[in-house]
């Protein structure tokens, strides 16, 4: 297939041609492309932030805490042979540290 162009359409097409300029590439742009041209260093995931990990980990302890629940409530139950009687004497501090088992000794000494 044979194109005929004028010799007036020829002659506009070069004169459009003459302001031409070769591209410019902007600052660093050479330095940027070769660093994403290179294969990425793979990043490496905290072992503690694996989903399996945080999972486990949750999971021991929510086991934890029911285990901890279970055994507090074992202990809350009050005790059949015992025999309180409020009227006896006044609450002191006294009265609380001793059901409480706390002493009088200091952890220093």
Do not use: C, W
Request: glycine letters at 2%; zero cysteines.
């Amino acid at each position: 297939m044979q194109h005929k162009f004028s010799q007036k359409r020829i002659e506009s097409i070069m004169t459009s041609l003459g302001g031409i300029q070769p591209a410019v590439a902007p600052d660093f742009f050479y330095t940027r492309l070769k660093g994403k041209m290179q294969p990425a260093a793979e990043k490496k995931t905290i072992f503690l932030l694996r989903p399996a990990f945080v999972t486990a980990t949750l999971a021991v302890l929510f086991i934890v805490n029911v285990i901890s629940l279970l055994q507090t409530d074992k202990a809350a139950k009050p005790d059949s042979t015992a025999v309180y009687n409020i009227n006896s004497k006044p609450a002191t501090i006294e009265s609380f540290a001793a059901a409480y088992n706390m002493n009088n000794t200091s952890v220093y000494e």
